[in-house]
């Protein structure tokens, strides 16, 4: 499998209080505030991101602060809007890291605005690794694959969210939550 170059020309990094390390093959998030603005994304152009992708990433994450039933930090949206998560539209799908309580953290699928289509996952460990697999076919659902081990490892969990739209100009890889900005 081929690494993205998130230092690549067709990817923007924004990041005004350097809480991220952006390198070849590595995004490493160290410290996320819930306002702040710290970006990674690619301008594909109008209606760039169609109808099917499949996006490879691995991510550990080792804390997640906030409060029970935060979403935190977006790992992964698709958008027309350039101006991060304050500026995400209702309807951008997205896979974002939350806290629903207790000693674990989850991974949420879902509509910006609309959390009642989300799909969940909150059976994850903190310090182990997953393998995240996000496909779209040439429907407008996104399916996500979480695995152990590698890419093709242990399925842990699968997420849908259906009927996302049909383009989009952004795709997020990295996108720090604002609220009341």
Same mark, same amino acid.
């Given at each position: 499998?081929?690494?993205?170059?998130w +230092?690549?020309?067709?990817?923007?990094?924004?990041?005004d209080? #350097?809480?991220?390390? &952006?390198a070849?093959n590595?995004i490493?998030i #160290?410290d996320i505030n819930?306002?702040?603005s710290?970006? &990674?994304?690619?301008? @594909? @152009?109008v209606d760039?991101? /169609?109808?099917t992708?499949?996006?490879k990433?691995?991510v /550990?994450? +080792?804390? !997640?602060e906030?409060?029970?039933?935060a979403?935190?930090?977006?790992?992964w949206?698709? $958008?027309n809007s350039?101006?991060?998560a304050g500026?995400f539209?209702?309807?951008d799908p997205?896979l974002?890291?939350?806290?629903?309580g207790?000693?674990d953290?989850?991974?949420?699928?879902g509509?910006w605005?609309n959390f009642?289509s989300e799909?969940i996952?909150?059976d994850?460990? *903190?310090? !182990?690794?997953?393998y995240?697999e996000? &496909?779209r076919?040439?429907?407008p659902?996104?399916?996500? *694959?979480?695995? /152990?081990g590698?890419?093709?490892?242990?399925?842990?969990?699968?997420?849908?969210?259906e009927?996302?739209?049909?383009?989009?100009?952004?795709?997020? $890889?990295a996108a720090?939550l604002?609220?009341?900005m």
């Amino acid at each position: 499998m081929a690494f993205e170059d998130w +230092t690549g020309d067709d990817w923007t990094t924004e990041d005004d209080d #350097d809480e991220m390390t &952006v390198a070849a093959n590595l995004i490493e998030i #160290d410290d996320i505030n819930m306002n702040g603005s710290a970006n &990674v994304f690619k301008d @594909g @152009g109008v209606d760039h991101f /169609t109808t099917t992708l499949n996006h490879k990433f691995e991510v /550990t994450i +080792t804390q !997640v602060e906030g409060g029970a039933g935060a979403a935190l930090f977006t790992l992964w949206r698709l $958008s027309n809007s350039d101006g991060g998560a304050g500026g995400f539209a209702n309807t951008d799908p997205g896979l974002m890291i939350g806290e629903p309580g207790g000693s674990d953290y989850a991974l949420l699928l879902g509509e910006w605005g609309n959390f009642d289509s989300e799909d969940i996952s909150d059976d994850l460990d *903190y310090g !182990v690794k997953y393998y995240i697999e996000i &496909v779209r076919t040439a429907s407008p659902d996104v399916t996500v *694959y979480i695995r /152990t081990g590698s890419h093709t490892g242990v399925l842990i969990d699968t997420l849908t969210i259906e009927d996302i739209g049909d383009d989009y100009r952004y795709l997020y $890889s990295a996108a720090e939550l604002s609220f009341g900005m």
